[in-house]
């Protein structure tokens, strides 16, 4: 009897810590996909139509959605928040000059 609860908690717990990694990993996919919407947008050099019809630099939301990739969905590490971690500061570059104290989040990384 102790066996099938041992057996039956290992299952569970498996089932669990599975579906959390598979969320997790989901998320970091649909923020990095994100990121890559905004940075097409910032690379064809067109502003970024927001609700209340704000116009910005799509720069800025690429590297918002790549940070939160590589930060927030992280660990586990998965494919999405390694890439996310590449491109976070290519899109920060783009962004402009007013980047500094964000600059130094991904020096040596």
Not at 73 to 84: C, I, N, Q
Request: charged share 25%.
């Amino acid at each position: 009897m102790k066996t099938r609860h041992l057996l039956l908690f290992t299952l569970a717990a498996g089932f669990f810590l599975g579906a959390a990694y598979l969320d997790l990993a989901l998320r970091g996919r649909s923020a990095f996909l994100e990121g890559e919407r905004y940075m097409a947008l910032a690379l064809g050099g067109k502003a970024a139509d927001l609700p209340g019809g704000k116009r910005e630099n799509p720069a800025k939301y690429a590297y918002i959605w790549y940070r939160t990739a590589a930060e927030d969905f992280s660990p586990p590490e998965t494919r999405w928040t390694r890439l996310a971690r590449k491109k976070a500061p290519e899109a920060l570059a783009l962004w402009g000059p007013d980047t500094k104290l964000e600059a130094g989040r991904w020096q040596g990384r």
